[in-house]
Each structure stands twice: as structure tokens, then as C-alpha cells.
């Protein structure tokens, strides 16, 4: 398995961004995936995950109503969507994934991720 993300860079307070992981090796149909970052000194935060089979979308109370999930299979790719952006977003944004089916209510779990690619940095500063 293999995840390289990609997209983050420096913006300002309210700006929007995207940011990718292409993934390879692995199923979706067999594998959860999420975006998890992490700020400097501070434990790793679990932002949105999409849920194999189903591919329902779920959403940490933390970005609900301000980043959104997407994936397109067809060049086997995750996104996400950062509007609103503010400085306390800043951080390295992770692509995760896992095979084992722990179910939805363990996503913000970090522990669950088998699988983990090498981050992007975003800095929201004026």
C-alpha cells in the first residue's frame, strides 16, 4: 500500500484549499481511509473518513460544514476540501488507511491506521 499526498502550501485566514493523496495497492471496497493531521506539539487529530463498502463519509465535529471528503476511483485519489480556513488548521494533513474492520465509531482512533503516507504541511498566517 502506498499514499502520497500532495496540494498543501501557505494561505491566508478564509482561504480555500485541496489537498490529494493517491493511493495504490489497496481496495476500496476493503479498506477504510481517512485524513488525520497533526499540529506542531500536538497529538495527531482525526478530521474525515470514508467508510469501505458503503463509501458513506463521516466528519469530525472539529471541520463538519467546513472540509469535505471526496474520492475519485477512476485515478485512485482522496481529496479534501478546506474552506474557512484558520490559522488553527495549520499542521502536517496525513492520508490513513486501514484494512482491519474496526467500524466507524473507531476512525478518530489514529491506532487503527495500518497505513500512512507522508503528509503535507498547510499554513494558514496572515
Known amino acids: 500500500v502506498q499514499l502520497v499526498e500532495s496540494g498543501g502550501g501557505l494561505v491566508q485566514p478564509g482561504d480555500s484549499l485541496t489537498i490529494s493523496c493517491q493511493f495504490s495497492?489497496?481496495?476500496?471496497?476493503?479498506?477504510?481511509m481517512s485524513w488525520v493531521r497533526q499540529a506542531p506539539g500536538k497529538a495527531p487529530e482525526w478530521l474525515s473518513a470514508i467508510h469501505r463498502g458503503d463509501g458513506s463519509i463521516h466528519y469530525g465535529n472539529n471541520v463538519k460544514g467546513r472540509f469535505t471528503l471526496s474520492r475519485d476511483n477512476a485515478v485512485k485519489t482522496l481529496f479534501l476540501h478546506m474552506n474557512s480556513l484558520r490559522p488553527e488548521d495549520t499542521g502536517v494533513y496525513y492520508c490513513?488507511?486501514?484494512?482491519?474492520?474496526?467500524?466507524?465509531?473507531?476512525?478518530?482512533?489514529?491506532?487503527?491506521?495500518?497505513?500512512w503516507g507522508q503528509g503535507t504541511q498547510v499554513t494558514v498566517s496572515s
Open positions: 490513513a488507511a486501514t484494512a482491519v474492520p474496526y467500524g466507524s465509531s473507531w476512525f478518530p482512533d489514529p491506532r487503527m491506521y495500518d497505513f
Open positions: 495497492g489497496l481496495s476500496i471496497e476493503t479498506y477504510d
